[in-house]
């Protein structure tokens, strides 16, 4: 069955068998090597294995706004509406969000010269854990790409000492997975702004050796004090919810929009 995802054009670089942009790198500005991709019908599912094969040199979004309409720009950067939305679905006793404003292509790279293979496209999201919660003692940074929409997180991955999250270019970050350091992943911003503010936020957390699973010698972590909470009231002095409203509602009727529900939902049949 073909699953097709939201309207968006993807940009991409040349595509040459070379490494990603390097840090000092500032994008394909060649136009020559410049080529416009639609997704109007894009389909995860494929014939070899489920992935999108691109083998690019440099993963951009804006730099030459002249290939890309201003329509187009518009409708992938995130309204304070939609971040708002994911702020909600994330949130938790303890945990600060940060969400991205524009959004992101997924890619895996594969191969001695990392070829890049798209995987998704969705809402970079920076979930800190502090480790002031019961559930979440110890304080650790995830990064998160969550489906426009829904919300529903296509993909997660905590960043750890070895992760290496690094700026390869204006607008494409790289990583290594924590359950495998061999394997490289990398994210293409639709908006350098974006990528560059999503950076500054990443890299404020990650100098906390803490945060990423490094103990400092001599460094003792303070042992929190229990608070007896009040006993909670009966269910009798409890009103009914007041000014409350849906965020973000997902119905069964919405499968053919959400490529989340396809996937890892999918319905069963009668």
Known sequence: MEMSYMNTRRRLGSMSESAPPSESSEGTNSSENNEIIMNSEWSHGSQSGGVVSAG???LYSEGDTDTISTDTASNNILSDYERGQVESFFGGLGTEIFVSSALANLYEGSGKDN????????????????GSARARSIPRVTLVL??????????SDRIDN???YRVAGPSFHTMCLSSNHQQMI??????????????????????????IGVSMPGRKKQKQKRI??????????ISNPC?????????KDDTD??????????????
């Not at 070829?115 to 502090?130: A, N, S």
């Not at 969550?146 to 993909?155: D, H, I, M, N």
């Not at 000014?243 to 119905?251: A, K, M, P």
């Open 56 to 58: 690019v040199n440099s």
């Open 115 to 130: 070829d890049w293979h798209l995987i998704f496209t969705g809402i970079p999201v920076i979930l800190y854990d502090k």
């Open 146 to 155: 969550a489906e426009r929409g829904s919300c529903f997180a296509l993909w």
């Open 162 to 164: 070895l992760s290496n």
């Open 186 to 211: 990398g994210f293409s911003f639709d908006s350098s702004e974006a990528a560059r503010e999503l950076w500054q936020h990443m890299e404020r957390l990650i100098s906390d050796p803490e945060n």
């Open 228 to 237: 007896k909470h009040a006993p909670l009231p009966p269910k009798a002095q």
């Open 243 to 251: 000014q409350f409203h849906h965020v973000t509602s997902v119905t």
């Open 257 to 270: 929009r959400y490529y989340s529900m396809q996937a890892f939902a999918p319905m069963t049949q009668h």
